[in-house]
């Protein structure tokens, strides 16, 4: 009697697969924030913004899809403690585009289009952010997933959204009616700002202290370390996109709030910023190197948060020097995005980037 065939696992994508989203949007996004941008950079923009937004739809698709054919891979993503962090990429991956249309999507699709789509991906990426920030470390404390030494800058993922949301949900703020309106979407963002921060600072101090040993560390553990530096990039920005907001309803009084907060941040940010950068490159020139993986997309959406924050404390400082920061470090990031993109797209290709998966029986 001949013997059954083996069933082969399939090869899924996991929620990380948001992150090149996220990469590619902020390109756009921090692209349109730079005080020394020159003028053929805008339809780059938004040819990054379209192209962001295709491949959200193409993960979004596909998520359906392999989630509706196997019921199993939900539990199956949900009970790695290591995976069910990414679930943050995915509200992330929803602002960031969601931010894009705002930024620099009018000049292709219309500024209420623009403005439509914003508002919409903004909303939900809003919610979900919200619940993954609550629900992701609820879930692994349940089963004693939280370990000091095992402490992971992944662990900031999930806790990360609303802060993005308090960067880029300002942006709705011109486009509503002056007085209470505005001054509710700002409340909003403050207790976004908040709940990041507050839920962030849980996971902070035991991957702070990893971070001290990351000069002897593994090379794998190296790419999640740059999710901290978008903590603290994310943080500026959305500090002054809020006052920014209030500036313009309350008045000149707030225009202190940003440079105060973002100036000794954004230096924080820059000093781990070339810690990590200088251990990566040590890292890859080690003979066992640093291999490809997904988590690399870790080296471009923190990146690009901390131009975001560059850009901003340029405008609220009059500072040249912050200008040129952040033009300098567009400029690497967009060397790294595409180190990265092709990459993926090689990797895509080989299917080395797609790990098969058994899915949980439902």
Same mark, same amino acid.
């Given at each position: 009697?001949?013997?059954?065939?083996?069933?082969?696992?399939?090869?899924?994508? !996991?929620?990380?697969?948001?992150?090149?989203?996220?990469?590619?949007?902020?390109?756009?996004?921090?692209?349109?924030?730079?005080?020394?941008?020159?003028?053929?950079?805008?339809?780059?923009?938004?040819?990054?913004?379209?192209?962001?937004?295709?491949?959200?739809? +193409?993960?979004?698709?596909?998520?359906?899809?392999?989630?509706?054919?196997?019921?199993?891979?939900?539990?199956?993503?949900?009970?790695?403690?290591?995976?069910?962090?990414?679930? *943050?990429?995915?509200?992330?991956?929803?602002?960031?585009?969601?931010?894009? &249309?705002?930024?620099?999507?009018?000049?292709?699709?219309?500024?209420?289009?623009?403005?439509?789509?914003?508002?919409?991906?903004?909303?939900?990426?809003?919610? =979900?952010?919200?619940?993954?920030?609550?629900?992701?470390?609820?879930?692994?404390?349940?089963?004693? !997933?939280?370990?000091?030494?095992?402490?992971? &800058?992944?662990?900031?993922?999930?806790?990360?959204?609303?802060?993005?949301?308090?960067?880029?949900?300002?942006?709705?703020?011109?486009?509503?009616?002056? *007085?209470?309106?505005?001054?509710?979407?700002? *409340?909003?963002?403050?207790?976004?700002?908040?709940? *990041?921060?507050? &839920?962030?600072?849980?996971?902070?101090?035991?991957?702070?202290?990893?971070?001290?040993?990351?000069?002897?560390?593994?090379?794998?553990?190296?790419?999640?370390?740059?999710?901290?530096?978008?903590?603290?990039?994310?943080?500026?920005? +959305?500090?002054?996109?809020?006052?920014?907001?209030?500036?313009?309803?309350?008045?000149?009084?707030?225009?202190?709030?940003?440079?105060?907060?973002?100036?000794?941040?954004?230096? =924080?940010?820059?000093?781990?910023?070339?810690?990590?950068?200088?251990?990566?490159?040590?890292?890859?020139?080690?003979?066992?190197?640093?291999?490809?993986?997904?988590?690399?997309?870790?080296?471009?959406?923190?990146?690009?948060?901390?131009?975001?924050?560059?850009?901003?404390?340029?405008?609220?400082?009059?500072?040249?020097?912050? +200008?040129?920061?952040?033009?300098?470090?567009?400029?690497?990031? =967009?060397?790294?995005?595409?180190?990265?993109?092709?990459?993926?797209?090689?990797?895509?290709?080989?299917?080395?980037?797609?790990?098969?998966?058994?899915?949980?029986?439902?």
């Amino acid at each position: 009697m001949p013997e059954a065939p083996q069933r082969v696992a399939p090869r899924l994508l !996991g929620p990380n697969w948001f992150t090149p989203v996220m990469g590619t949007g902020i390109l756009a996004t921090a692209a349109s924030t730079l005080p020394l941008r020159p003028s053929w950079l805008s339809p780059v923009a938004t040819g990054l913004w379209v192209l962001a937004a295709a491949v959200l739809l +193409a993960v979004v698709t596909v998520t359906v899809r392999q989630h509706l054919k196997w019921p199993g891979v939900l539990p199956h993503f949900l009970a790695d403690d290591v995976l069910v962090h990414s679930y *943050g990429a995915v509200p992330m991956a929803l602002l960031t585009v969601g931010g894009g &249309a705002v930024a620099v999507g009018a000049p292709l699709v219309g500024t209420a289009v623009a403005v439509t789509v914003g508002a919409v991906l903004m909303s939900v990426g809003t919610v =979900v952010g919200v619940v993954t920030a609550i629900g992701v470390p609820r879930l692994v404390r349940s089963r004693d !997933g939280y370990e000091v030494e095992d402490a992971d &800058a992944t662990w900031l993922l999930p806790v990360v959204p609303p802060l993005v949301s308090a960067a880029v949900v300002p942006m709705l703020s011109p486009y509503l009616p002056a *007085g209470w309106p505005r001054l509710l979407l700002l *409340g909003v963002c403050v207790v976004l700002l908040l709940v *990041g921060v507050v &839920a962030a600072s849980a996971m902070l101090v035991p991957v702070a202290l990893r971070l001290r040993r990351l000069g002897r560390a593994p090379a794998e553990d190296l790419p999640p370390a740059w999710v901290l530096i978008g903590l603290l990039g994310q943080a500026v920005t +959305a500090v002054h996109t809020i006052g920014d907001g209030a500036v313009t309803e309350l008045g000149d009084g707030w225009a202190w709030l940003g440079p105060a907060f973002g100036l000794p941040v954004i230096g =924080v940010a820059l000093l781990v910023l070339l810690a990590l950068a200088f251990w990566t490159v040590r890292a890859r020139l080690r003979p066992e190197g640093l291999p490809f993986a997904m988590t690399w997309w870790s080296f471009v959406f923190p990146t690009g948060t901390v131009v975001t924050g560059l850009s901003a404390l340029s405008v609220s400082t009059g500072l040249l020097l912050t +200008a040129e920061l952040a033009s300098g470090l567009y400029a690497a990031l =967009v060397v790294v995005w595409l180190l990265v993109a092709v990459l993926t797209v090689r990797g895509l290709l080989d299917r080395s980037v797609l790990p098969r998966v058994e899915p949980t029986s439902s």
